[in-house]
């Protein structure tokens, strides 16, 4: 499986942005799906935004819809989070996952995006109103 390695992260004011990083090892990087979840405490982990391989196939959950925006340059195996208009409710730890084993496509079922294989070490992302 990938190892995964993210940055980024931290307190911001309700309205305000932040921007997540992740670098993932390996030479096959535009061949696996590559995204985000969160968790908030006394919460199940969400499934936030998730890039195909290639990038060309893009989900992100219901909650995150036109405020994320997930994007991915393959020439450095990274993927990043830009997340605008925080709200208090996005406070969570942050993490990044990704799966070699599953194909190019984001792992989604319904409206779901299941997890992942591999993960990052997480980042706390605090929004404060």
């Known amino acids: 499986q990938v190892r995964v390695v993210q940055s980024g992260g931290g307190l911001v004011q309700a309205g305000g942005s932040l921007r997540l990083s992740c670098v993932a090892s390996?030479?096959?990087?535009?061949?696996?799906?590559i995204g985000w979840f969160r968790q908030a405490p006394g919460k199940e982990r969400e499934g936030v935004a998730c890039?195909?391989?290639?990038?060309?196939?893009?989900y992100y959950g219901d909650s995150v819809k036109g405020r994320f925006t997930i994007s991915r340059d393959n020439a450095k195996n990274m993927v990043y989070l830009q997340m605008d208009s925080l709200k208090p409710e996005d406070t969570a730890i942050y993490y990044c996952?990704?799966?070699?084993?599953?194909?190019?496509?984001?792992?989604?079922?319904?409206?779901?995006?299941?997890?992942?294989?591999?993960w990052g070490q997480g980042t706390q992302v605090t929004v404060s109103s």
């Open positions: 890039s195909s391989g290639s990038g060309g196939s893009i």
């Open positions: 996952g990704s799966d070699t084993s599953i194909g190019p496509h984001c792992p989604v079922v319904g409206d779901l995006l299941v997890e992942f294989g591999s």
């Open positions: 390996g030479s096959t990087f535009d061949y696996y799906p």
